[in-house]
Each structure stands twice: as C-alpha cells, then as structure tokens.
C-alpha cells in the first residue's frame, strides 16, 4: 500500500477554509510532511496569511487565496487560476464548514442561509468548478468533502449543521458513482467522517436572537466540554491523507467513535425506530 508521501508528494492541493483548525491542519501536513503545493483558499484573509507564513517559515510552499466558497464565480476563477498557473491539481479538499446552535424553530434565517451557503453550495461549488478540470487531466486526483461524525447521526440544537453533514455525505457519495459513470478512473472521491478535532468552529457558530437562548448556549458550552478531549488538527490531517492514498471512500479519524455512529444509524433505520430520544434540558437543570 502507497504512503501518503508516494501518492501526494510533489502535487499540488487546493483547501478550502485552510486558515483555521482541520483545514490549516491539512494544509501543514500537506505541504511540511507531503511537501505538496498548497493553495489554501479561506474568506478570512488575516489568518490566512498567519498560516500561510507559518507553513513557508517552516520552508513549504502555501498560497493564500482570499475566496468566499458561498460564490461560485470566485470558486470557478480559483479553479481556473491554480490549474493555469500549476497545472494538474493532486488533491481537492472542501473543508470550509461553519455551525449553528439553538432550537431550529429559532435559528435566526440569515443563519440558516449562510450555513446552507457554506456547507452544502459551497461544496457544489468546489465540485462544479474543480471536476471539469480534474476530468481533463491525465494525472491522478482526489476529491475530499468534509462531512462529519454528524453525518450518521441525529443531535438536536445543531440541525442545520447535521442536516448539511448529511448533505455532503450524500453528495459526496453520489458524486463517487458519477465519476465511475463517466469513465474517470483517476478521480477518487472520498467523504471525510471527522470526530471532534480541535479548531474554533464552536466559538465561531451562529446563536439565535430569539426564543430559547440558552439552549442554544448550553448546547455550545456541550461542545466545548467535547472539544477538550478532540484530536490535534495536524494528527488529524496525516489520519486523513493516510486514508485517501489507502483508497478509502469512508475516511474517519476517530474510527471507534464512527463506526459505533455508523451502526447505529443503520440499526435504527433496519429497525425503523425513531431516533433516540435525549433527556431534556428542562429535566437536566433540575438539582440532584
Ligand atoms: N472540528 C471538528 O470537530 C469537526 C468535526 C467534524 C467535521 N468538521 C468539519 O471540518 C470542517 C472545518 O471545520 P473546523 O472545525 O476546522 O472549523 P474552523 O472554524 O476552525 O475553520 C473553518 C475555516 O473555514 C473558513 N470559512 C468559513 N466560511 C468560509 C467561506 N464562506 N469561504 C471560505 N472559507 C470559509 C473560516 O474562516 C475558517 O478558517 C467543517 O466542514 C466542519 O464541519 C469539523
């Protein structure tokens, strides 16, 4: 079985949301341990540029694109740059991903629509304006969509967030059986199933401004509790990139955690039982 140094070494990878946690994580390992050639696209330029300069101090070779993944033009004229300027691209990863807590009769609707814009079209997007290309090359690629553990599980207070994961891992396995319908054999597609991994995606996830604050906010400080225990980005990324130069499609970095949410779901759809029910917060708060 190829290395992942065998397999990425040498190519050139393209990242969304690459500024910050998984996808910073991917692009430091990519470039200092793969010695690929990163371009990390986030919409956040300053910490783009703080990764950027921290992985070529290091000596790899990162370029910062300012791209905001809810546009399609700007994902397109990513795409058309980085394969004009450095020809066949290796590997794509669609990472950028943002959350949302709180009740969803509560969510306020800018919420909703950002992160669906995120999540779901901008992973379209990275796949519309990235494939035609790849379909083009010659070379082999890879196709990495960020789902989640959430993916094959049901969690209240984060509905929208699960409700994308499961639209990425949908797309993403659907877009595998595309490819091998259009006769690419050197695209491989793989569903990233990430556990918690350390970044700011719960500091950084959208409340509501109605209704049940502090569920939304207790469901956030829930989060941060699980955060304690996540795996480092940079574990996670060399997990990752290990996986996807093994061929896997299902790539997860915390397999016991994973797998266990994986047969659950498929029990609980074999034995058509309704998802299982959580204690309420109401029943929680109550003393001892
Ligand atoms: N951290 C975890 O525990 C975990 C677990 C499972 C899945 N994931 C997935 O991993 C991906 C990365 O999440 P993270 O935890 O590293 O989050 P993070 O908040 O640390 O990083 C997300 C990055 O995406 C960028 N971004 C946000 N909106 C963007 C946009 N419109 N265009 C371009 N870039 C944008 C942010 O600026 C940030 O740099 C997400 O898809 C997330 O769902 C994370």
Not at 23 to 37: C, F, S, V
Not at 151 to 176: D, F, G, N, W
Not at 229 to 243: D, K, N, R, S, V
Request: aromatic residues 4%; glycine residues 10%; contains cysteine.
């Amino acid at each position: 079985m190829a290395g992942s140094v065998e397999v990425f070494g040498g190519g050139t990878a393209v990242i969304t949301g690459a500024a910050a946690g998984v996808g910073a994580g991917l692009a430091r390992h990519a470039a200092l341990a793969l010695g690929m050639n990163v371009v990390l696209a986030d919409i956040d330029e300053a910490a783009l540029r703080r990764t950027c300069a921290e992985i070529t101090d290091e000596g790899g070779r990162a370029t910062p694109v300012v791209v905001d993944v809810r546009d399609a033009a700007a994902v397109q004229s990513l795409a058309d740059s980085v394969v004009k300027e450095s020809g066949p691209l290796r590997l794509l990863v669609n990472n950028a991903g943002v959350l949302q807590f709180g009740y969803l009769w509560d969510i306020p609707v800018d919420g909703w629509e950002r992160l669906v814009s995120i999540n779901i079209s901008g992973v379209f997007h990275g796949v519309r304006a990235f494939l035609p290309h790849l379909l083009r090359q010659s070379e082999p690629a890879w196709v990495l969509n960020l789902a989640s553990i959430g993916a094959v599980t049901a969690r209240p207070l984060q509905t929208p967030y699960i409700m994308s994961k499961h639209a990425v891992l949908s797309m993403t396995e659907c877009l595998h059986q595309e490819v091998a319908l259009a006769g690419a054999r050197h695209i491989h597609v793989g569903a990233v199933l990430p556990g918690a991994v350390t970044s700011r995606i719960f500091d950084e996830a959208g409340g509501v401004d109605r209704g049940d604050l502090s569920a939304a906010e207790m469901e956030r400080e829930a989060m941060f509790r699980v955060r304690e225990h996540a795996m480092g980005p940079e574990e996670a990324a060399a997990t990752i990139l290990q996986q996807a130069a093994d061929g896997e499609f299902y790539i997860v970095t915390q397999p016991d955690a994973v797998h266990a949410a994986m047969r659950d779901r498929a029990q609980q759809l074999t034995a058509r039982r309704p998802p299982a029910p959580v204690r309420s917060r109401f029943t929680a708060q109550q003393p001892e």
